[in-house]
């Protein structure tokens, strides 16, 4: 019997924890549709996120698309041909690494930042205070921030696929010593709209998941310094692996045949 | 409909998980009267305020707040309730992204819709009442001691002009002067408002200025309640041995290993 025991201790804490990560998320999306809206709030996340992420994001992105084109044409350059380089290069980047890569930026970055803020506003009681207040604590400070991820990371996405695409064509022009406009005209040629809406459309559901696992884990966040940085460190390592498992499952809705 | 009494609470229970906090609380609260609840820690002082702010819900019983049930309502008509009350939190739980002025006329903006210039206005005067400087309006709460945290927290809970105060021990952790100053503030504020003030603490001098009735909570329920006067000779073995601070009496200090 003892063997059960501690089992089903785990099973119960994980349907406890899953529950309530489920109605924190009904009660963030419900928020988001009833007054009061605080416009100002969610500027200033909006400006948080989608600006001050621009630097990382530009530069694993640049790196990624410069790393990309090296390896396409040391691995296919018996294939000796431009142009699958460069489609290569398009494809992974605004398919594929362009989201994932801003999205893990961004929860290291902008996740973590949520989760320990609004832990330490929980510990230091300035979420009561704001009930007390008589505001809202979901619509004043979890609604702006998950709306600003959901509106920003599509944006940072396609400063990101293009300077990716950019890394790739510094690549191939000064080191591969390809024609760079040939390059351009078969990344454009070769480009679907498909690429572009689908990499966006998961940078919104990676926002989601960012934003919103940081506020849930600075939200329930426990016990003084050392439950902030234990609830900064679960919003960092469960939103990326749920990006990632997430990303797989897009993937497969959107190109799967 | 009661006009006697601000608050009721009648078998009032709360538990957190196997732990029982409230276990039966009957407490009434008169208007305009200045009821402080002693107790030592872990008795559910803190849980109590929670309960009548609509912070925690209790397991079952009732809380009247102006002869309204308030168990059982919804977040918004809760929000309403909270507009007519104050707090100053024991660590006076200042938004330490806004400063001074901010924090002070956040119920006034964001509860209360006010535009800022007159809600500016109001928080400095009321920042003068509670004995600080124009000068202060502009810092951060970073950059204010203990007391004058404190005292900026006092001015957020009455800004509004509540009919309601709670102040959760707001005396610990300040000098012995201090937390004198700070007791007088409280009482010409609540005195100047016409409110119904509920004050936890387990500083008895603070209980000897601030208080019109004194309430004790004992393992869950509240073992004694009568005038201030009256608590030297109350004729009650745990009251006397709290308010003497003796080690040893009826009330022993459960130390969990």
Same mark, same amino acid.
């Given at each position: 019997?003892?063997?059960?025991?501690?089992?089903?201790?785990?099973?119960?804490?994980?349907?406890?924890?899953?529950?309530?990560?489920?109605?924190?998320?009904?009660?963030?999306?419900?928020?988001?549709?009833?007054?009061?809206?605080?416009?100002?709030?969610?500027?200033?996340?909006?400006?948080?996120?989608?600006?001050?992420?621009?630097?990382?994001?530009?530069?694993?992105?640049?790196?990624?698309?410069?790393?990309?084109?090296?390896?396409?044409?040391?691995?296919?350059?018996?294939?000796?041909?431009?142009?699958?380089?460069?489609?290569?290069?398009?494809?992974?980047?605004?398919?594929?690494?362009?989201?994932?890569?801003?999205?893990?930026?961004?929860?290291?970055?902008?996740?973590?930042?949520?989760?320990? *803020?609004?832990?330490?506003?929980?510990?230091?009681?300035?979420?009561?205070?704001?009930?007390?207040?008589?505001?809202?604590?979901?619509?004043?400070?979890?609604?702006?921030?998950?709306?600003?991820?959901?509106?920003?990371?599509?944006?940072?996405?396609?400063?990101?696929?293009? #300077?990716?695409?950019?890394?790739?064509?510094? +690549?191939?022009?000064?080191?591969?010593?390809?024609?760079?406009?040939?390059?351009?005209?078969?990344?454009? =040629?070769?480009?679907?709209?498909?690429? +572009?809406?689908?990499?966006?459309?998961?940078?919104?559901?990676?926002?989601?998941?960012?934003?919103?696992?940081?506020?849930?884990?600075?939200?329930?966040?426990?016990?003084?310094?050392?439950?902030?940085?234990?609830?900064?460190?679960?919003?960092?390592?469960?939103?990326? #692996?749920?990006?990632?498992? &997430?990303?797989?499952?897009?993937?497969?809705?959107?190109?799967?045949? | 409909?009661?006009?006697?009494?601000?608050?009721?609470?009648?078998?009032?229970?709360?538990?957190?998980?196997?732990?029982?906090?409230?276990?039966?609380?009957?407490?009434?609260?008169?208007?305009?009267?200045?009821?402080?609840?002693?107790?030592?820690?872990?008795?559910?002082?803190?849980?109590?305020?929670?309960?009548?702010?609509?912070?925690?819900?209790?397991?079952?019983?009732?809380?009247?707040?102006?002869?309204?049930?308030?168990?059982?309502?919804?977040?918004?008509?809760? *929000?309403?309730?909270?507009?007519?009350?104050?707090?100053?939190?024991?660590?006076?739980?200042?938004?330490?992204?806004?400063?001074?002025?901010?924090?002070?006329?956040?119920?006034?903006?964001?509860?209360?819709?006010?535009?800022?210039?007159?809600?500016?206005?109001?928080?400095?005067?009321?920042?003068?009442?509670?004995?600080?400087?124009?000068?202060?309006?502009?810092?951060?709460?970073?950059?204010?001691?203990?007391?004058?945290?404190?005292?900026?927290?006092?001015?957020?809970?009455?800004?509004?002009?509540?009919?309601?105060?709670?102040?959760?021990?707001?005396?610990?952790?300040?000098?012995?002067?201090?937390?004198?100053?700070?007791?007088?503030?409280?009482?010409?504020?609540?005195?100047?408002?016409?409110?119904? &003030? #509920?004050?936890?603490?387990?500083?008895?001098?603070?209980?000897?200025?601030?208080?019109?009735?004194?309430?004790?909570?004992?393992?869950?329920?509240?073992?004694?309640?009568?005038?201030?006067?009256?608590?030297?000779?109350?004729?009650?073995?745990?009251?006397?041995?709290?308010? =003497?601070?003796?080690?040893?009496?009826? +009330?022993?200090?459960?130390?969990?290993?």
């Amino acid at each position: 019997m003892n063997i059960f025991a501690p089992v089903g201790r785990v099973f119960i804490a994980f349907l406890e924890s899953t529950g309530r990560l489920a109605r924190f998320t009904l009660k963030t999306v419900s928020h988001c549709f009833r007054p009061p809206f605080y416009f100002r709030a969610l500027a200033g996340q909006m400006i948080e996120i989608g600006f001050y992420s621009l630097p990382v994001v530009a530069l694993t992105t640049m790196f990624s698309g410069m790393v990309i084109a090296l390896q396409s044409y040391s691995g296919l350059s018996t294939l000796s041909s431009e142009g699958v380089v460069a489609s290569v290069v398009e494809l992974t980047i605004t398919r594929e690494l362009g989201p994932v890569m801003a999205a893990l930026m961004v929860a290291g970055r902008v996740g973590a930042a949520m989760a320990a *803020e609004l832990g330490t506003m929980r510990v230091t009681e300035q979420i009561d205070a704001l009930t007390t207040l008589s505001t809202n604590p979901f619509k004043y400070l979890i609604v702006p921030r998950v709306l600003a991820g959901v509106l920003m990371l599509p944006v940072l996405v396609l400063i990101g696929d293009i #300077i990716g695409i950019y890394g790739g064509w510094l +690549i191939c022009v000064y080191k591969l010593d390809f024609n760079g406009t040939n390059f351009l005209r078969n990344v454009w =040629n070769f480009m679907q709209a498909i690429d +572009i809406y689908s990499g966006m459309t998961k940078a919104a559901v990676f926002g989601f998941i960012v934003t919103l696992l940081g506020c849930y884990n600075g939200y329930h966040s426990r016990g003084g310094a050392e439950g902030v940085g234990a609830a900064t460190t679960n919003a960092v390592v469960a939103s990326s #692996i749920l990006i990632l498992i &997430s990303n797989y499952w897009l993937t497969e809705l959107f190109f799967a045949k | 409909m009661d006009t006697l009494y601000k608050v009721r609470m009648t078998d009032v229970h709360k538990a957190f998980g196997k732990k029982v906090v409230l276990d039966g609380v009957n407490l009434d609260v008169k208007k305009g009267e200045s009821l402080v609840i002693i107790g030592g820690s872990g008795t559910g002082k803190s849980v109590t305020i929670k309960c009548i702010q609509g912070l925690l819900t209790p397991d079952s019983g009732s809380i009247t707040v102006d002869g309204r049930e308030i168990v059982g309502l919804s977040e918004r008509e809760m *929000e309403k309730i909270n507009a007519q009350t104050g707090m100053l939190f024991q660590g006076a739980a200042l938004f330490d992204s806004l400063n001074i002025w901010e924090n002070v006329a956040f119920g006034l903006i964001q509860g209360k819709k006010l535009k800022r210039a007159d809600a500016k206005e109001i928080a400095i005067e009321k920042l003068k009442q509670v004995g600080l400087s124009p000068d202060v309006a502009v810092l951060y709460p970073d950059e204010l001691s203990g007391g004058m945290k404190k005292r900026v927290g006092l001015a957020r809970a009455i800004a509004s002009n509540p009919e309601l105060i709670f102040f959760d021990e707001p005396t610990t952790g300040l000098d012995p002067i201090m937390s004198d100053v700070i007791n007088d503030l409280i009482r010409s504020c609540v005195s100047d408002l016409g409110s119904t &003030s #509920i004050t936890i603490t387990h500083d008895m001098s603070s209980v000897r200025k601030i208080a019109d009735t004194v309430a004790m909570l004992y393992k869950g329920k509240i073992i004694w309640h009568g005038s201030v006067k009256d608590i030297d000779d109350s004729g009650n073995p745990y009251v006397d041995q709290f308010i =003497n601070g003796r080690a040893d009496g009826p +009330i022993q200090m459960e130390i969990r290993g």
